[in-house]
C-alpha cells in the first residue's frame, strides 16, 4: 500500500479532505493516512466524525502562549518532521491556505517529499487581503508537484505564473462534494438555537440570516461596521431572524456580543457543527460573510451571498450572480440585504459553480497518476465523463 497523508488543523480542511480520503480508499494500493497539526485541537476530529472517518497521528506541538503566525508554524515544523519522516509517505496533501498547510507543504519539499495542493490557484494578487492566506497560497504554490485547481480560472492563474500544464489538474472544489454528502443526511439540527429559528421559519414564515465573520482582516474596526449593518437589518425587517455564530477568539466574541447582546431576534452561538451549518446554509434566505468555504457552499442551495469584503480569490459565484461583493460598508451591505429580502434580489438558478460532487474522485486519480499508478490522461479523461 502507498501511503498519502492528508494534513490538516482547521475544521474547513477536515472537511474538504475528509470526501478526498474517501475516494482514496476506493483506489486500489493507496491508503490515506490522516494526520492531525494540533492547530485547532478538537475540530478536525468533530469535523471528521461527520464523515464517519478518524485522525490517524497527531503532532506533539508546543502550547501556544503569543499566539503569533511565527509561534504556531515553529511549532509546527519540528513535529511536522518527526511525523513525515515516520510516516514516510509517498505525498503529502495539504488544502488552502492555513499555517497547517504552509508548515505542511516546507517539510515535505525538504524532506523530498511530493506535495499535492488541494484547492491550488486561487488568488486576489493582494498579499494584504486575505492576510496571510493570499501570501500563503502563492509559497505553497512554488514548491507543489501537483496543483489540484478548483475552477479553469484557478488552473489559468498557475499557468500565467509559469507551473507547468501537466502538474496541473481542474477537479472542482470538495466542499460541494461535502455540502452535497451531509444534505443528503438532512440530520435534524444539534444546536437547539437553530432548531427553534427553523420553526419559526417554517412556521411563522420568519427569514433566516446568517452571519459569520472570522478573518483576521476583518477583525476590530470592519467588524464593527458589519455588526451596525447588522442591527439596522433587524431594526428595518421585522421578519428577519440573525443566526450569528461567532469566532472562537475571546476578543472577537466580545465585541460581537457586546454590539448584539441587545437587539431581539438576534441569536449569537459557539461555531456550528459542520452538519448544523450545511443545514443553516439551506434554510437561510441570506448570508453575510467573510469566509471563503460558505461562499463555496451556499450556491448548493441557491442562497445569496453578500460577501463582507473588498476583494475575493473565489470570483465564481460574484460572475455567476450567487453572491455580491459588499465589503464593510454598512450602507452598502444594509442596502444589498433589503433588496435579498425584499425578493428584488435573487442568486442566479445555475448550479454551483466551484464543482459537481465529483472533485475527490477527480483528486484521488490525479494523485495516482503523480505516484506512477495510473495513466496521467485519466484525471482529464474523469474529468471529461463526470463534467
Same mark, same amino acid.
Given at each position: 500500500m502507498v501511503d498519502v497523508m492528508l494534513l490538516a488543523g482547521t475544521r474547513p480542511e477536515a472537511v474538504k479532505l475528509a470526501t478526498l480520503a474517501q475516494a482514496l480508499d476506493t483506489r486500489p494500493g493507496l491508503r490515506p493516512l490522516f494526520v492531525h497539526s494540533g492547530q485547532h485541537p478538537g475540530m478536525v476530529e468533530q469535523a471528521l466524525a461527520q464523515f464517519d472517518r478518524a485522525v490517524d497521528g497527531w503532532l506533539e506541538v508546543p502550547p501556544r !502562549?503569543?499566539?503569533t503566525q511565527a509561534e504556531l508554524i515553529s511549532g509546527m515544523l519540528p513535529a511536522l518532521d518527526e511525523a513525515m519522516? !515516520?510516516?514516510a509517505p509517498s505525498a503529502v496533501v495539504v488544502q488552502g491556505d492555513t499555517a497547517t498547510a504552509l508548515a505542511g507543504a516546507l517539510t515535505a519539499f525538504w524532506l523530498g517529499i511530493p506535495v499535492v495542493h488541494l484547492e491550488a490557484g486561487l488568488r486576489t494578487h493582494d498579499l494584504a487581503s486575505p492576510f496571510p492566506e493570499e501570501g500563503t497560497r502563492q509559497m505553497i504554490s512554488r514548491i507543489a508537484a501537483l496543483h489540484l485547481s #478548483?475552477?479553469?480560472a /484557478?488552473? /489559468?492563474t498557475l499557468r500565467a505564473e509559469g507551473v507547468p500544464t501537466e502538474r496541473i =489538474? @481542474? $477537479?472542482g472544489n470538495t466542499v460541494v462534494d461535502a455540502v452535497l454528502t451531509i444534505a443528503a443526511r438532512d440530520l435534524p439540527a444539534r444546536e437547539s438555537a437553530l432548531a427553534l429559528l427553523e420553526m419559526g421559519v417554517a412556521e411563522a414564515g420568519e427569514q433566516l440570516v446568517l452571519v459569520t465573520s472570522h478573518r483576521r482582516e476583518s477583525w476590530g474596526e470592519p467588524l464593527a461596521r458589519t455588526l451596525t449593518a447588522v442591527r439596522r437589518i @433587524?431594526?428595518?425587517? #421585522?421578519? @428577519?431572524?440573525v443566526l450569528f455564530p461567532a469566532h472562537p477568539n475571546p476578543d472577537v466574541r466580545a465585541q460581537v456580543e457586546t454590539a448584539l447582546s441587545d437587539v431581539s431576534? $438576534? =441569536?449569537v452561538t459557539e461555531p456550528l457543527e459542520y452538519p448544523d451549518l450545511v443545514r443553516a446554509l439551506r434554510l437561510a434566505t441570506l448570508v453575510l460573510t467573510d469566509s471563503g468555504g460558505v461562499q463555496e457552499e451556499a450556491p448548493t442551495f441557491g442562497t445569496p451571498v453578500l460577501v463582507l469584503r473588498d476583494t475575493t480569490e473565489r470570483p465564481e459565484a460574484v460572475t455567476a450572480g450567487c453572491a455580491w461583493l459588499v465589503g464593510t460598508d454598512v450602507d452598502l451591505i444594509v442596502t444589498a440585504a433589503g433588496h435579498v429580502l425584499s425578493g428584488d434580489l435573487r442568486a442566479a438558478p445555475a448550479a454551483n459553480p466551484y464543482g459537481d460532487g465529483y472533485a475527490a474522485v477527480r483528486s484521488a486519480v490525479a494523485i495516482e497518476a503523480l505516484l506512477g499508478l495510473a495513466d496521467p490522461a485519466s484525471a482529464a479523461d474523469l474529468q471529461? /465523463? =463526470?463534467g
Open positions: !502562549r503569543s499566539g519522516r !515516520r510516516y #478548483p475552477s479553469p /484557478a488552473a /489559468a =489538474t @481542474v $477537479v @433587524v431594526d428595518l425587517h #421585522p421578519q @428577519v431572524q431576534r $438576534v =441569536t471529461t /465523463a =463526470t
